[in-house]
């Protein structure tokens, strides 16, 4: 049976907490760009009445892209346009195929999630 150390532990947890607030942020700093630029005043316009007309603060999770579909669009937007990581690999555990392709295993493949 394997088992982790304290070490590995604490770097996993670091990476989870620095991944999810760097990424959370990166989106966030992305949407206010789009809606700030003044092309995009209606948007803005649109995406604040939304807001006001919901009760955020005591909002559940799953209930928010039905209460704010606007805004849960223009995160997508952002996330589309400005992904928080433009580019990844994921190392194979094992031999496989995928569309006709043979993947070694410990092979490495990086991609875009632009190209997606």
Known sequence: ??????????????????????TTASTLSAA?????????????????????NVDVASLPLEDLRTDLPYTFAVTKEALRLYPPVPF?????IAEASVCG????????????????
């Open 1 to 22: 049976e394997e088992s982790i150390d304290d070490t590995e532990i604490s770097r996993i947890l670091f990476d989870i907490i620095i991944a999810g607030s760097d």
């Open 32 to 52: 206010l760009y789009i809606l700030h630029e003044p092309r995009h005043s209606t948007q803005l316009t649109a995406a604040r009445k939304e807001a006001a």
């Open 88 to 92: 990844f690999g994921r190392t194979s």
């Open 101 to 116: 392709y043979t993947i070694k295993n410990e092979s490495t493949a990086c991609f875009s999630p632009w190209h997606l």
